[in-house]
């Protein structure tokens, strides 16, 4: 099941934002982000608890993936695929032209998974993120 985040499901996210990046968002940073984009911020969970999330807004009537993971444990079994499949029907009801996320350039996997469900490499943005790797910017064209 895809349904919108709570504050209450913080703590969760960031034990899955811990297992995910190298340098995780913090709790307050999320709540912001709850704040700003609330239906924008979504969960896959199951019986088993929150398996992953994604978070979303639209700019310029493009839509941007802020953040995509899931639990170290359901990787590979298609909850990513479903929060991002889910991300683009998000983007298209809103009439987006297209979607864009940032990944780094070191995460092969990651480029890997968007590269397979039609995202394309743009450009690189130099130190992008907090310890100065770069990002890799890609792009899915959601035009008919």
């Known amino acids: 099941?895809?349904?919108?985040?709570?504050a209450g499901d913080i703590p969760r996210i960031v034990r899955i934002e811990s297992?995910?990046?190298?340098?995780?968002?913090?709790p307050l940073l999320l709540m912001n982000l709850l704040s700003l984009y609330p239906t924008g911020f979504l969960l896959a969970e199951t019986h088993?608890?929150?398996?992953?999330?994604?978070?979303?807004?639209?700019?310029?009537?493009?839509?941007?993936?802020?953040?995509l993971a899931t639990d170290e444990k359901v990787r590979g079994k298609g909850v990513?695929?479903?929060?991002?499949?889910?991300?683009?029907e998000y983007f298209k009801t809103r009439s987006a032209?297209?979607?864009?996320?940032?990944?780094?350039?070191?995460?092969?996997?990651?480029?890997?998974?968007?590269?397979?469900?039609?995202?394309?490499?743009?450009?690189?943005?130099k130190g992008y993120y907090g310890d100065r790797e770069d990002?890799?910017?890609?792009?899915?064209?959601?035009?008919?």
């Open 135 to 144: 990002a890799l910017l890609l792009y899915h064209s959601l035009s008919p």
């Open 48 to 67: 088993q608890g929150i398996l992953g999330y994604t978070i979303l807004r639209i700019i310029g009537g493009k839509g941007h993936i802020i953040g």
């Open 1 to 6: 099941m895809i349904r919108h985040a709570t």
């Open 80 to 88: 990513g695929s479903q929060l991002l499949k889910k991300a683009l």
């Open 97 to 125: 032209q297209g979607a864009w996320l940032e990944v780094r350039v070191s995460n092969k996997s990651a480029q890997k998974f968007y590269e397979k469900r039609g995202f394309q490499p743009l450009r690189i943005i």
């Open 19 to 26: 297992q995910s990046f190298k340098d995780p968002y913090s």
